[in-house]
Nanobody, 126 residues
C-alpha cells in the first residue's frame, strides 16, 4: 500500500505560479513512475498533465502543460513536484498525484496508475 498526499494548491491570479508537492510513502518510491492529473468540476474524468519516470530522466507533458509546467522529483525525500507557471483560468481544477507501481507501458491514462492522493485544488482567477 502506498499513501499519497498532495499539497500546495490555492488561489492565484492569471499569469501567476504555484508549486504542487506530492509526498508518497514506501521504501520503493524511487522505483515508481509518477504523474499529475487534474479534474475540473465540469468534467467526469481525470486528465493527464505530466509524467516523470522513476529516476527523473524521462518527463512527458500534455499539450496544455508543455512549456508552462515542470514536473520533478526528489527521491531522497519521496516527493514529486509540479511547478506551474503562467497559469490560466482554464487550469483551475483539482490536481491529483498518481503512483504507477505496475510495469505497464501506458503513462497518460488514469487507469495506468495504481495509487492516488486526495487531490489539491487550484483556482486561477481572471
Amino acid at each position: 500500500q502506498v499513501q499519497v498526499v498532495e499539497s500546495g494548491g490555492g488561489l492565484v491570479h492569471t499569469g501567476g505560479s504555484l508549486r504542487l508537492s506530492c509526498a508518497a510513502s514506501g521504501r520503493s518510491f524511487s522505483a515508481y513512475d509518477m504523474a499529475w492529473f487534474n479534474q475540473a468540476g465540469s468534467k467526469n474524468d481525470r486528465e493527464f498533465v505530466a509524467y516523470i519516470n522513476w529516476n527523473g530522466g524521462i518527463t512527458y507533458y500534455s499539450n496544455s502543460a508543455e512549456g508552462r509546467f515542470t514536473i520533478s522529483r526528489d527521491n531522497a525525500n519521496n516527493t514529486v513536484y509540479l511547478q506551474m507557471n503562467s497559469l490560466k483560468p482554464e487550469d483551475s481544477a483539482v490536481y491529483y498525484c498518481a503512483v504507477k507501481v505496475t510495469s505497464s507501458l501506458g503513462r497518460t491514462r488514469a487507469r495506468d496508475y495504481d495509487y492516488w492522493g486526495q487531490g489539491t485544488e487550484v483556482t486561477v482567477s481572471s
